[in-house]
C-alpha cells in the first residue's frame, strides 16, 4: 500500500502521526539517509501504540510504504510505546531511543541496529518538516 | 614490514571467499613499523595528539569521580611504576593505564579518527607500558601512530554493524599489540595477546552512558590489553586469528564486519592524519554549536541570560539525536543528576545542556560539568527557552564529509537577535587549534606555570628523549 494523500479520517493518533512522517519523508527525497542509515531501508517496522493501534509499514527511499492490515510479513523491528511518548516523539521532541533508555519500550537485541537507525531517521524528518515543505 | 598473503577461510565454506589474515598482520605492523616509516607531518600529528591526550587527563583528574576511581584501582595494589595523570601517587602500568584511560574521557575532551575515538585508549597504555620498560619517545610516538591506523581500520570496518561511540570494542584489538611491541613480544605472541584481550567482548550497555560506569570501564581495554600481552609473553597461549575469524571478535561485536576495510592501504595511507581533537569537552556532535554559544556571549558585554527569551539550535539530525538521547528519563535528567542515580555523563552527550552552561560562562570546561552550574538558576532559565531543528544541509553535509555544522539564535527579550554558524567543530583534521592551549587548561592548577611550559616544550619534542621516564616526571602532580 502506497503513502496515502490524506490520512483515514477514521484512524487513530499512530496512524496520523505516522502519515505525517510519510509526508515529510517524501518531501526529503531521501536526502536523510547515509550509508550508516541506510540499514532502516527496505525493512519492515510495527508500531504499536499501548492503546491497541498498530500500523506497520517499510521505510524506502523515497517513500513510505503501509503495509496492509494482516499482512503476513514478520516485522524486523517492533516499536511499542504509550500515546503520550508516541506524540513526544511525532513532534520531534524526542526519538525512540530516548524512550527506550527511559525503560518505557523494549529494546531486543535482534532489533536494536534497526532501531536505532529508524529513531534517528524519524526524528531528523519530523524536525526537518515545517508547514511550508508539507 | 610485510604484509600477510590471504589464506583460506576456517569455514569449511567453498564458497567463502578467502579471509586475510588480519590479526598476523596487525601484529608485524604493530611490531616492525619502525620511526622513520613515518610521515614527518603524521609524527607531528601524534605527538599533539599526545599533549592534548594528556591536557584532557588533567582536566578529567579534577572531577569528583576521578578521586573515587583513583582510590577504588588501589586494590589491584600499589606499585611505583606509571604516573597517574593528574593524581598524587603512581601504581602499576595496569591500573595507571586504566586510571589515565578513564579520565581522558570523563568529561568527553578525547580524539578520534575516522569514526572511532583513540587517543584515550592509545595514549594511557603506550604511556603506562613506556614508563614501564623505560622506553625512547620515538618509541612512544610510533606506538601511538600504530594505535591510531589499526584503530581506524578496525572501526571501518564495524560501522555499518555495531554500536559505535568511545565504547567501541576495537580498542580490545590495539591496546594490546601496542603493549606487545613495547614489552618485546613475538609476532606468534602478539597474536595470542590479541586473543586474550578480544575473548570477553566489551560491549557496551546504552544505558550505561549516564554514569561513572561509562568512564571506568572505557578505560578497560586499556589495562587489559596491558595484562593479555603480559600474559601472552609468559607463554599462554590463545587463538591466532581472533580478529578476522567468523566467530572472532569483530563479528561477535558486529553484525557487518567489512574485512577489506581492515588493511586497506596498512602502512601507506596514513590514517592518522584523520585526527580530530576537541576544542571543548563534550560530544563532537554538540561542539560546533557551543562554540557558537561562546562566540554569542563574547558579542555581548551586557549579556543576562536570564533575559534570553528564546534559544534555537539547528544542525545535522545526529546531534538533535544525541541531545535528546536522555529528555525522556523520570524523573528528568537533572533531577537524576542530583539524586546521585546517574551523573554528569549524561550531560556530556546533551547537546542543550553544553549550549547554555557555555552561554552563561563564555567557556566550557571541567567547571560546567560540577553541580554548581548543572544546577544553577540561569540554567534552569535556559532549559524552558531551547528549541532544537534539523537543518538537511548540516545533515548531509556531516554524512558526506564529517563537517560537524551548527547555528544557534539567541533572542533577547528586548527583541536583540544574535545568531553565529560554524560549518565544522574547532579541532577536525580540517579547522585545528594550539593543543597546547587544552593542555594548559587542563593542567592548569595541577602543575606551576613554569613546569606546564617545560613539560609542553618536552612533549613536542618527545621523540629526542631516550627515556619517557623523563618526560613523565615532569608529569608529576
Known amino acids: 500500500m502506497q503513502t496515502p494523500a490524506t490520512p483515514d479520517p477514521n484512524a487513530g493518533p499512530l496512524y496520523i502521526g505516522l502519515s505525517r512522517f510519510a509526508r515529510l519523508w517524501s518531501v526529503q527525497r531521501g536526502r536523510l539517509v547515509s550509508a550508516r542509515l541506510e540499514g532502516a531501508l527496505g525493512r519492515a517496522i510495527r508500531c504499536e501504540s499501548t492503546t491497541g493501534e498498530i500500523v506497520e509499514f517499510c521505510l524506502r527511499r523515497e517513500q513510505l510504504d503501509f503495509e496492509s492490515e494482516g499482512s503476513p510479513r514478520t516485522p524486523h523491528a517492533t516499536i511499542r510505546m504509550n500515546p503520550k511518548d508516541w506524540s513526544r516523539v511525532f513532534t520531534g521532541e524526542l526519538h525512540v531511543m530516548a524512550i527506550i533508555l527511559a525503560g518505557r519500550a523494549p529494546f531486543p537485541k535482534d532489533q536494536r541496529r534497526l532501531l536505532m537507525q529508524f529513531s534517528m531517521l524519524l526524528q531528523t524528518t519530523m524536525l526537518s518538516g515545517t508547514a511550508g515543505n508539507e | ?477
Not at chain 2, 583460506?8 to 616509516?37: H, K
Open chain 2, 1 to 477: 614490514m610485510s604484509s600477510a598473503a590471504p589464506r583460506p577461510t576456517v569455514s569449511g565454506d567453498a564458497t567463502a571467499q578467502p579471509s586475510p589474515a588480519v590479526t598476523e598482520a596487525y601484529a608485524r605492523f604493530a611490531l616492525e613499523l619502525t620511526f622513520e616509516d613515518i610521515p614527518a607531518d603524521v609524527v607531528e600529528i601524534a605527538r599533539e595528539q599526545i599533549l592534548a591526550t594528556i591536557g584532557s587527563c588533567y582536566a578529567g583528574s579534577k572531577m569528583p569521580s576521578a578521586a573515587r576511581i583513583a582510590a577504588g584501582l588501589r586494590i589491584l595494589g600499589a606499585g611505583e611504576t606509571a604516573t597517574l595523570l593528574g593524581a598524587p601517587g603512581r601504581m602499576p602500568a595496569p591500573s595507571a593505564a586504566l586510571y589515565n584511560s578513564a579520565v581522558a574521557q570523563i568529561i568527553e575532551w578525547d580524539d578520534w579518527v575516522i569514526i572511532s575515538h583513540t587517543g584515550a585508549a592509545v595514549v594511557p597504555t603506550v604511556l603506562a607500558v613506556g614508563e614501564m620498560v623505560g622506553a625512547p619517545g620515538r618509541d612512544i610516538v610510533t606506538a601511538v601512530v600504530i594505535g591510531n591506523e589499526i584503530n581506524g581500520r578496525t572501526s571501518r570496518a564495524i560501522q555499518k554493524g555495531a554500536y559505535v561511540g568511545n565504547s567501541m570494542p576495537n580498542h580490545q584489538i590495539e591496546t594490546p599489540l601496542l603493549a606487545s611491541r613495547l614489552l618485546g613480544l613475538n609476532v606468534t605472541q602478539a597474536r595470542r595477546a590479541v586473543s586474550h584481550s578480544g575473548f570477553l567482548a566489551m560491549e557496551s550497555c546504552p544505558i550505561g552512558w549516564m554514569s561513572d560506569s561509562k568512564v571506568f570501564c572505557n578505560g578497560l581495554p586499556a589495562m587489559w590489553g596491558i595484562v593479555a600481552a603480559s600474559l601472552a609473553k609468559e607463554g599462554l597461549v590463545g587463538n591466532l586469528d581472533m580478529i578476522e575469524h567468523p566467530a572472532g571478535l569483530l563479528s561477535t561485536v558486529s553484525e557487518v564486519v567489512d574485512q577489506a576495510e581492515l588493511l586497506k592501504d596498512l602502512g601507506r595511507e596514513w590514517y592518522t592524519r584523520t585526527l580530530n581533537t576537541k576544542r571543548h569537552p563534550s560530544c563532537a556532535y554538540n561542539l560546533a554549536a557551543i562554540e557558537c554559544a561562546i562566540a554569542v556571549k563574547a558579542r555581548i558585554p551586557d549579556f543576562d541570560p536570564l533575559r534570553v527569551s528564546k534559544l534555537e539550535i539547528e544542525g545535522p539530525g545526529v546531534m538533535l539525536y544525541v541531545a535528546s538521547r536522555f529528555q525522556a528519563l523520570e524523573p528528568d535528567v537533572y533531577e537524576q543528576v542530583r539524586q546521585e542515580a546517574i551523573t554528569h555523563v549524561a550531560l556530556c552527550f546533551d547537546a542543550g545542556y553544553g549550549i547554555m552552561a557555555s552561554l552563561v560562562d563564555g567557556e566550557l570546561g571541567f567547571r560546567q560539568y560540577l553541580n554548581d552550574r548543572i544546577f544553577s538558576d540561569e540554567v534552569r532559565h535556559l532549559r524552558s527557552r531551547i528549541e532544537f531543528r534539523a537543518d538537511p544541509v548540516m545533515h548531509a553535509a556531516y554524512y558526506a564529509d564529517y563537517q560537524y555544522g551548527a547555528r544557534v539564535r539567541v533572542t533577547m527579550d528586548d527583541g536583540r537577535v544574535y545568531v553565529e554558524e560554524r560549518r565544522q567543530l574547532l579541532g577536525a583534521r580540517d579547522r585545528p587549534f594550539d593543543h597546547a592551549i587544552k593542555f594548559r587548561e587542563g593542567a592548569s592548577g595541577l602543575l606551576d606555570p613554569k613546569t606546564i611550559e617545560e613539560a609542553i616544550g618536552a612533549l613536542r619534542s618527545l621523540e629526542r628523549c631516550e627515556d619517557v621516564r623523563h618526560v613523565t616526571r615532569i608529569l608529576e602532580t
